[in-house]
């Protein structure tokens, strides 16, 4: 069954690939295209692999999470305020000062996770409401600290912008990078290639470890969980906790990563496409990566079109328009959402509360 | 139901003390949560550097102080109305419309494209570019609900989904094809709608328009459908539990595509009466994220619609003293969506409010999903 979903992404990415490629080819060596686009593929794919792992540990832990685009933006956020900071204010060198921007996302990241376990496992919130609580109170701290630290009168730079550190650099895995054509996917940004690593634990971790192995019964069937002596709601508590951390190390790719610069609402709704990558992944760690490369190849297909937009045959000129390829992947993610490749299945908790006191 | 209880125990209990604390109780967390969260608020304003009476007082006469003030609030209600029963509606079906936001941007294309392009007598063309907007919002808000109904694909995902493709595809619309061909025009937005195609203010002088007292007889139907008829008890019974309906005989899919229709026709209805009655026209980034916004005024009118009318009221008045308060107090309006997020959080979370306030008594549950299965 996994084969035919792998199959069907494969597919997908070729094609897309193929067309840039053939688009572009009067223009650059088709390889040349080829290794970028891959390349490209994989640094999109990043905040939507990890922003799913992040899915899939809430999930797996019988918790849905649908606050991951909240902390991704807080976690942008702050590693940004807390980059430029170190940077600019206590005029640390910008490598250190991105380093610890990173860790400041993780660690709020963490702290979203930690609001969200609050909510839905201490409060029995409803866990979809509980995530959308934690969407909007994103969006609306992000929006105002930003403006207020950045341009307001007593603003931590004293009303400036403050010059950005750059973003993280390069890192090419010695011998792997060198491979023909496939090499760019190991010559990478560090956040990007710590998101390939992640995929890799977090499938041993919840396949093969004890701690897996708990979090996975309590996602099925918390009561059997708890009579067989496993703390339900800390297993929960701790692996929401966890996934925010992890989807703070999304949320600093988009500002210390991608792009130095922190804009209103920069998450764009990759939170909800890691979602959608997590469920077509089968709340898979390895089904998500998967998943995330067919959004990330849809994607760099957008931004490579619009390099070789003068090439495109007249027929097809409605795909100069950025408005009508920046639909492709919203509209893959509902095709891949309709269940053609096969049904998925949830963890058979999943959404639930758990209420230790109640017998049911 | 809670009219049956409290019945039941004001035989037992005739004070009228009692009675009115009765009357009184379902309103008591969202009042208590609006206040918690403008204390949280106020918090911040200070951290801010900011004094939060000054700030409040600023919002409040930035709404209420003065009639046109009044009309201003008025105003910004109408579309949180309108949006929030949408999202109210499909919660009653169990569902949660996210897709707000893109129903209401297409609800307002197509009520442009209306007002417009054809050319008739005033009272033809108003209802048809209102309808005209309710139709569209319908159409796009049915497409998840059968995507839903047919495949399982969560209402969540692809209501999200769909507004980024309704986004990209008024964007594209309104820089090309509908774009208004007045000379000189750079801007990303359609020609003015016809004289004909427009909703008028109440008073001369004022903006408060038509669309108001509309918002408000939708509600009132609103309110009907889902209590007196066939219609609106499969919506609750499916929504409340879709097995037991199924086994009843209803048609749990169709009527799952009907809720989700008929909500995204809300939406769309609120995006095309700020195009007649507004705005005259659609432009890019008109909605001020209504359909978001409706998420958290559904939720604090408890998915009902005599309570969303009240939340909505609320909300439009926040957001219309919010510029007064910022030129009072140099506080940004951005703290107005902080204060609303953390009413949301303080309405979901009851259990949080009852405990701070030492409430006794569960509250009524507002149970909307069941993961990603059902």
Redesign the interface.
């Given at each position: 069954m996994d084969y035919r979903r792998y199959g069907f992404i494969a597919a997908i990415v070729i094609t897309l690939i193929a067309i840039v490629t053939n688009i572009g080819a009067a223009q650059v060596p088709p390889t040349a295209i080829v290794s970028s686009m891959i390349g490209t593929t994989i640094a999109v794919a990043t905040p939507l692999t990890l922003g799913a792992l992040c899915g899939v540990f809430c999930e797996r832990a019988g918790v849905v999470n649908i606050g991951i685009e909240g902390m991704m933006l807080t976690a942008a956020f702050t590693g940004w305020f807390g980059a430029l900071y170190i940077t600019s204010v206590l005029h640390a060198s910008p490598m250190l000062g991105l380093l610890v921007g990173v860790l400041i996302a993780i660690a709020s990241g963490a702290l979203v996770g930690l609001l969200h376990a609050a909510l839905t496992v201490s409060f029995a919130v409803d866990q979809i409401i509980a995530g959308t609580v934690v969407n909007l109170l994103a969006a609306g701290l992000t929006g105002f600290l930003n403006r207020q630290l950045f341009f307001g009168q007593g603003s931590a730079f004293g009303g400036q912008i403050p010059r950005a550190a750059g973003v993280l650099p390069r890192v090419r895995v010695p011998l792997l990078a060198d491979i023909p054509l496939v090499g760019s996917v190991f010559d990478q940004q560090p956040i990007a290639l710590s998101a390939l690593v992640l995929v890799a634990l977090a499938h041993f971790v919840l396949f093969y470890t004890r701690w897996g192995l708990r979090t996975r019964s309590v996602g099925e069937h918390p009561r059997a969980a708890a009579a067989a002596g496993i703390d339900v709601l800390r297993v929960r508590y701790v692996n929401i906790v966890i996934g925010g951390a992890i989807a703070g190390l999304g949320g600093a790719y988009f500002t210390l990563e991608s792009v130095p610069s922190f804009e209103p609402l920069m998450t764009n709704g990759r939170g909800f496409i890691a979602l959608a990558a997590m469920i077509f992944g089968n709340w898979k760690p390895v089904g998500a990566l998967s998943a995330a490369l067919v959004f990330g190849a849809a994607q760099a297909f957008q931004i490579n079109l619009q390099l070789f937009r003068e090439s495109i045959p007249p027929k097809f000129n409605f795909l100069q328009q950025s408005s009508v390829v920046g639909m492709i992947p919203y509209l893959l993610t509902l095709l891949i959402l309709t269940g053609i490749i096969g049904k998925t299945t949830p963890p058979a908790a999943d959404g639930v509360a758990y209420d230790p006191e109640r017998r049911t | 139901m809670p009219n049956l209880t409290t019945n039941e125990t004001n035989t037992n209990a005739p004070k009228t003390g009692d009675k009115l604390r009765k009357l009184l109780a379902p309103w008591t967390v969202p009042a208590l949560a609006v206040l918690t969260a403008m204390a949280v608020g106020a918090i911040?304003i200070v951290v801010?550097?900011g004094d939060p009476l000054a700030a409040y007082l600023g919002m409040l006469d930035g709404s209420l102080g003065s009639p046109r003030a009044v009309s201003e609030t008025l105003l910004w209600s109408t579309p949180y109305i309108l949006t929030g029963l949408s999202v109210a509606f499909a919660f009653q079906g169990g569902l949660?419309n996210?897709g707000a936001e893109g129903q209401l941007a297409l609800g307002a294309l197509t009520a442009a494209l209306v007002g417009y392009s054809l050319h008739l007598p005033a009272v033809i063309h108003v209802p048809l570019t209102i309808l005209a907007g309710a139709v569209a919002g319908g159409l796009w808000g049915a497409v998840p609900g059968w995507?839903k109904a047919?495949?399982?694909?969560?209402e969540?995902?692809?209501t999200?989904?769909?507004?980024?493709?309704a986004l990209?595809?008024v964007?594209?619309l309104l820089?090309?094809p509908m774009k208004d061909p007045a000379p000189g025009n750079v801007l990303a937005r359609t020609p003015l709608i016809d004289e004909t195609a427009r909703l008028s203010p109440i008073l001369s002088g004022f903006r408060l328009h038509w669309g108001f007292p509309i918002a408000l007889a939708v509600a009132a139907l609103v309110a009907w459908v889902l209590r007196r008829t066939t219609l609106g008890f499969e919506i609750r019974t499916v929504g409340a539990n879709p097995d037991a309906a199924r086994y009843a005989g209803m048609k749990v899919g169709r009527t799952i595509v009907v809720s989700m229709a008929l909500s995204g026709a809300l939406a769309g209805l609120a995006g095309a009466i700020e195009v007649s009655a507004l705005n005259h026209r659609h432009e890019l980034g008109f909605s001020q994220g209504y359909g978001?916004d409706a998420?958290?005024i559904a939720?604090l009118g408890k998915t009902k619609p005599a309570g969303v009318v009240p939340a909505a009221l609320l909300f439009g008045m926040m957001r219309s003293g919010a510029p007064r308060m910022q030129f009072l107090t140099?506080i940004?309006t951005?703290?107005i969506?902080?204060?609303?997020?953390?009413i949301?959080?303080f309405v979901?979370?009851d259990?949080?409010v009852r405990r701070l306030y030492r409430l006794r008594g569960d509250g009524e549950r507002?149970?909307?999903?069941?993961?990603?299965?059902s």
């Open positions: - | 911040l801010a550097g949660f996210i995507l047919k495949t399982g694909g969560h969540v995902i692809s999200i989904m769909l507004n980024y493709v990209n595809a964007t594209f820089a090309g978001f998420i958290a939720l140099q940004p951005d703290v969506s902080v204060i609303q997020a953390l949301l959080l979901a979370a259990v949080m507002i149970v909307i999903t069941r993961g990603w299965g």
